[in-house]
């Protein structure tokens, strides 16, 4: 997983906290993702980004935000945390390689909404 | 809309034994079909995909897939599992009409390899 790094790794937060997970790359890619997982559900994309400045919507995007200032960050927010959102949140990277280029994962972030 | 589906939610095998993960896939229209493996605690790592040609990819670890598309499927399989096989596997898939290289991903499905 060298090239993606989250943080934090790990973070308990109470209903209405708001935080912000970072995710870093060092392999000059275009497109970022931020994905979450949940027991039997797989990976649901919950935002992703094209390119340095602009972002869209996943299939989950209800409840966070998200910000490509910089192309090799792309961080995700969280307004108002709720329990729904206890989940482990996965970043991933592609080349711009129209269509056939596999994802990059970071090793993810534990998040846990009291 | 695209979609996969894994229908085991766990897969028992013993070591030296051929292991299979089955995976079926909906899109709309040519799928991109990827597999990828999660080892405890860790982040997901690509093990193979299927863009075009040859039916059966081969790829890390000795693992190959099958493109089916008649059955719409692309089972992952291995000639003879290692106990350091079990891990948690999915399988995901590209429409060539989705914006953004975005991948669908099934529920997974775990493999436990038995010494």
């Known amino acids: 997983n060298a090239g993606v790094t989250q943080t934090p790794k790990f973070r308990v937060l109470k209903t209405g906290q708001s935080m912000t997970l970072l995710c870093a790359q060092d392999?000059?890619?275009?497109?970022m993702y931020w994905y979450r997982q949940d027991p039997g559900m797989g990976l649901r994309l919950i935002h992703y980004?094209?390119?340095?400045?602009?972002?869209a919507k996943g299939e989950v995007p209800d409840g966070y935000n998200v910000s490509r200032l910089k192309k090799q960050n792309f961080l995700l927010g969280l307004e108002s945390a709720a329990p729904s959102q206890t989940s482990v949140y996965f970043c991933a990277i592609s080349v711009k390689r129209e269509y056939t280029g596999e994802l990059f994962f970071g090793e993810g972030s534990r998040l846990t909404v009291l | 809309a695209q979609s996969v589906a894994q229908p085991e939610d766990q897969v028992n095998v013993a070591e030296g034994n051929p292991l299979t993960v089955k995976c079926t896939y909906s899109v709309s229209g040519n799928p991109y079909l990827f597999w990828y493996v999660q080892y405890p605690n860790r982040g997901l790592q690509f093990l193979l995909k299927y863009i075009t040609g040859d039916n059966l990819v081969k790829g890390s670890y000795g693992f190959e897939a099958e493109f089916n598309k008649s059955q719409t499927s692309f089972h992952l399989k291995k000639p003879s599992a290692l106990v350091s096989d079990s891990a948690l596997y999915f399988c995901?898939?590209?429409?060539?009409?989705?914006?953004?290289?975005?991948?669908?991903f099934g529920g997974g499905t775990r493999v436990l390899v038995k010494p």
């Open positions: 995901a898939v590209r429409d060539i009409q989705a914006a953004g290289n975005k991948l669908t």
């Open positions: 980004s094209v390119g340095e400045g602009t972002t």
């Open positions: 392999m000059n890619h275009e497109y």
